[in-house]
């Protein structure tokens, strides 16, 4: 599967965006989904997931109650709500799929990733 990330931006603090991932490929509802974000200087880290029928969704701490991950598969897509924006959000953004269709929060799980979408949130 192919992916491809898209709808980053500038934001102030306390806005709202939501980040885009179309896939390629017609087993799209055969993969889960996640978002990961890296900011400069720091490791990768899985920001949330999605499984492969949408019932179950993991969240980072950190974005628990201000993101929600959806997908749509009629489209091939796969969303980030972000609201409540944070500096400490701002972040190359990553979109990726895993045949583990639980979506365990952990990237090692995902083998297929997008390129990144920059998020940059100001105070």
């Known amino acids: 599967v192919q992916l491809q990330a898209s709808g980053g931006g500038l934001v102030q603090a306390g806005g709202s965006l939501r980040l885009s991932c179309a896939a390629s490929?017609?087993?799209?509802?055969?993969?889960?989904f996640g978002w990961f974000r890296q900011a400069p200087g720091k490791e990768r880290e899985f920001v949330a997931t999605?499984?492969?029928?949408?019932?179950?969704?993991y969240y980072a701490d950190s974005v628990k109650g201000r993101f929600t991950i959806s997908r749509d598969n009629a489209k091939n897509m796969v969303y980030l709500q972000m609201n409540s924006l944070k500096p400490e959000d701002t972040a190359v953004y990553y979109c990726a799929a895993s045949t583990v269709l639980a979506g365990f929060p952990d990237s090692k799980w995902f083998g297929s990733w997008g390129q990144g979408t920059q998020l940059t949130v100001s105070s």
């Open positions: 999605i499984s492969w029928s949408g019932d179950s969704t």
């Open positions: 490929g017609r087993t799209f509802s055969t993969y889960a």
